[in-house]
């Protein structure tokens, strides 16, 4: 069965510091997508930034890179330099391409940012 | 970069009416559009799979005839739950299938049945 672990629901960060937000996979099939996405109190669910299975290089975008570690299962989210607008709740995500198109979300992760 | 609308934003109805949710891709064409449901706090869960021309897929434990989907075009998907009842109340946010393999949300639709 495919699943989603996020361990941390909640997590605390100063301004211009990074953060790593813990997310862990499990599925059987070769080919999948992971995904993160930030979810701030309006409720929009904002795509951040996406790592496919095959994908040789870690994915960047901006302050977001994501650490995929495929032997461990893991797609941990990096944010650097955080920010107080990167106050939100986060979901890792992904879709195994064989089984569906739909995503199968974690539980959340929120992270505050203070100054 | 690919734009989802709902409508309406928010509602607030009384027991027993029904409500009607849009989901519009303003820049691009979805065969595939998806609806899910979160309470607060909680993840976001799978309702249905919405695919343009034909009839929708739902996730186990989810009544096809209080959740009434509609996907007429390749821009618009409607879900419609009927005879709405205080328990529905929730958030409801849609995504269409964009480019890369990304599913692009709507900003979803706040649901208050009294």
């Known amino acids: 069965a495919q699943k989603i672990t996020q361990t941390q629901p909640g997590m605390f960060v100063q301004e211009k510091e990074a953060v790593t937000l813990d997310c862990t996979y499990d599925t059987s099939d070769p080919s999948y997508g992971l995904f993160w996405y930030k979810q701030p109190s309006s409720g929009e669910m904002i795509f951040l930034i996406y790592q496919g299975s095959y994908d040789q290089q870690n994915a960047t975008e901006g302050r977001y890179s994501l650490n995929f570690q495929k032997a461990r299962k893991s797609a941990n989210l990096v944010i650097s330099a955080s920010q107080l607008g990167d106050s939100a709740m986060y979901f890792c995500?992904?879709?195994?391409?064989?089984?569906?198109?739909?995503?199968?979300f974690g539980k959340g992760t929120t992270l505050s940012v203070s100054s | 970069g690919a734009v989802v609308s709902q409508h309406p934003s928010w509602v607030i109805c009384k027991s027993g009416t029904s409500v009607k949710i849009e989901c519009r891709s303003l820049d691009f064409q979805a065969t595939t559009m998806f609806w899910y449901r979160q309470f607060p706090k909680q993840s976001l869960m799978l309702m249905a799979t919405?695919?343009?021309?034909?009839?929708?897929?739902?996730e186990q434990g989810v009544e096809k005839d209080k959740f009434l989907i509609n996907h007429a075009s390749l821009t618009l998907s409607t879900l419609t739950v009927t005879s709405a009842h205080p328990e529905d109340s929730s958030f409801y946010i849609c995504?269409?299938?964009?480019?890369?393999?990304?599913?692009?949300f709507g900003p979803g639709t706040r649901l208050l049945v009294l």
């Open positions: 995500a992904m879709r195994v391409y064989q089984a569906g198109t739909a995503l199968i």
């Open positions: 995504s269409a299938e964009g480019g890369q393999e990304t599913q692009y």
């Open positions: 919405s695919n343009e021309g034909s009839k929708a897929t739902y």
